[in-house]
């Protein structure tokens, strides 16, 4: 069974979790952990000789260090790339938490040290016209790992994700600050400042700009240690 399970969300829709994700995977890697990772669902796949198939959850695949099928790691493939819940609708198909949550034990049982379950868009995006992702962490008790975009408005939407994350009785396990253009925003070191005395949870690192996804890098930038205490 996996030891530690984490969702991992973001402030907004292209914060870079999936680049993050797959650098938390590799620092765990690097110090000796056994990694699964997930994307329940997942729109804006391309449809290939082996089915449809979602550049992040293929990423997610190569950082791990458990071998899993792509159908385990990203159960529910839509093509549209638009909201899940619509892109769902259009393939005339039904997507419900419980069948989310279904999938997600299924892997929890494997042997591994670490599973992250990555989730679409932000803490609120729909599932369908009565739920949200977050049931989705909330049923299964998950911490969550929070991915905060650094641009202008990114501590108010820091904030108010921590705020609902916590009002859905779950606890922020840590946040990593994302940089997602080459130019370093306007103050900066004072946004991260306000961050790291108002968010009341361990960052677990900044991130630089890179062009492409190279978990590598980015794992050296991180400190994980917090993730497997307790």
Same mark, same amino acid.
Request: aromatic content about 4%; overall charge negative.
């Given at each position: 069974?996996?030891?530690?399970?984490?969702? *991992?969300?973001?402030? $907004?829709?292209?914060?870079?979790?999936?680049? =993050?994700?797959?650098?938390?995977?590799?620092? +765990?890697?690097?110090?000796?952990?056994?990694?699964?990772?997930?994307?329940?669902?997942?729109?804006?796949?391309?449809?290939?000789? $082996?089915?449809?198939?979602?550049?992040? +959850?293929?990423?997610?695949?190569?950082?791990?260090?458990?071998?899993?099928?792509? $159908?385990?790691?990203? %159960?529910?493939?839509?093509?549209?790339?638009?909201? %899940?819940?619509?892109?769902?609708?259009? +393939?005339?198909?039904? /997507?419900?938490?419980?069948?989310?949550?279904?999938?997600?034990?299924?892997?929890?049982?494997? %042997?591994?040290?670490?599973?992250? *379950?990555?989730?679409?868009?932000?803490?609120? *995006?729909?599932?369908?016209?009565?739920?949200?992702?977050?049931?989705?962490?909330?049923?299964?008790?998950?911490?969550?790992?929070?991915?905060?975009?650094?641009?202008?408005?990114?501590?108010?939407?820091?904030?108010?994700?921590?705020?609902?994350?916590?009002?859905?009785?779950? *606890? /922020?396990?840590?946040? /990593?600050?994302?940089? %997602?253009?080459?130019? =370093?925003?306007?103050?900066?070191?004072?946004?991260?400042?306000?961050?790291?005395?108002?968010?009341?949870?361990?960052?677990?690192?900044?991130?630089?700009?890179?062009?492409? =996804?190279?978990?590598?890098?980015? +794992? /050296?930038?991180?400190?994980? $240690?917090?993730?497997?205490?307790?």
């Amino acid at each position: 069974m996996a030891k530690k399970t984490y969702f *991992v969300t973001g402030t $907004d829709t292209g914060v870079g979790k999936t680049m =993050v994700s797959a650098a938390i995977l590799e620092a +765990a890697r690097m110090s000796g952990k056994r990694t699964l990772a997930m994307k329940p669902i997942a729109s804006g796949c391309e449809s290939t000789p $082996d089915g449809l198939r979602n550049e992040d +959850a293929l990423i997610l695949q190569r950082a791990i260090t458990e071998p899993l099928a792509y $159908d385990v790691i990203n %159960p529910v493939a839509l093509e549209p790339a638009i909201a %899940p819940h619509v892109a769902a609708q259009l +393939a005339g198909r039904a /997507v419900s938490a419980q069948r989310l949550i279904g999938f997600c034990r299924g892997l929890q049982i494997r %042997p591994a040290d670490l599973l992250l *379950v990555e989730g679409a868009g932000g803490w609120r *995006v729909p599932l369908n016209d009565r739920e949200t992702f977050a049931a989705l962490p909330r049923e299964l008790g998950l911490p969550v790992i929070m991915i905060v975009s650094l641009k202008l408005g990114c501590i108010n939407h820091a904030l108010l994700t921590a705020e609902a994350i916590r009002a859905d009785g779950l *606890v /922020v396990a840590g946040w /990593v600050a994302n940089r %997602p253009e080459p130019e =370093v925003m306007s103050c900066e070191q004072e946004t991260l400042n306000y961050l790291l005395t108002h968010l009341g949870a361990p960052c677990l690192g900044v991130l630089p700009w890179l062009e492409g =996804v190279n978990a590598e890098t980015l +794992a /050296v930038h991180l400190n994980i $240690d917090s993730l497997f205490e307790n």
